[in-house]
């Protein structure tokens, strides 16, 4: 049997929270810390007299992978809700939200992080100074085709909300 609220006291509700998209600032704020991180790298390791990180071909090619990942759920996502019409079950939508949002996050980071690595190498003679510089900008690139996807993914999870009309336009509160 269920009762209202006992006498005097409000009936509680749950809280409707919204998530809300991924804001450019937050990407591009992690997108600086990365900058500077990967820029004072080299200059840490050479304070410490040690060798400065290589960057492999292995961890650009897993950035790639990973942004192609998400550019596929992305895809299958956007299909499912929008094209077919389906709905997906609500842990999964949530598991694919969340995994875009910290996909987005880790992408500007990385971006930022390679990048500023590739610019401190910017003008030195050392060994394999060009070799690093290729290899971090193009991982530069591989983490912002990662947020990129990300964002894509988290835009292919939006649903109608019940504020919306049927011309999609949303209601004033």
Partial sequence: MTEGPPEGRPERRPPHGRVRPTTP????????VGLVGGWLLRPLTAWRNTTAPVVTWGQVLALFLVA???????????????????RLEPHRAVNRLVLAKACALVG??????????ALSWVGMSAELADQRMVRSG????????????????????????DDEDSNGDRRPR
């Fill in 68 to 86: 192609g990942i998400l550019g596929l759920t992305a895809w299958a996502t956007w299909r499912t809700l929008h094209v077919h019409g389906h």
């Fill in 108 to 117: 500007a980071i990385a971006a930022g992080g390679y990048a500023g690595y």
């Fill in 25 to 32: 600032g937050l990407l591009i704020g992690w997108g600086l």
């Fill in 138 to 161: 193009v991982a530069a690139l591989a983490g912002l085709l990662t947020c990129a996807m990300a964002l894509l993914l988290e835009r292919a999870c939006r649903v109608r909300s």
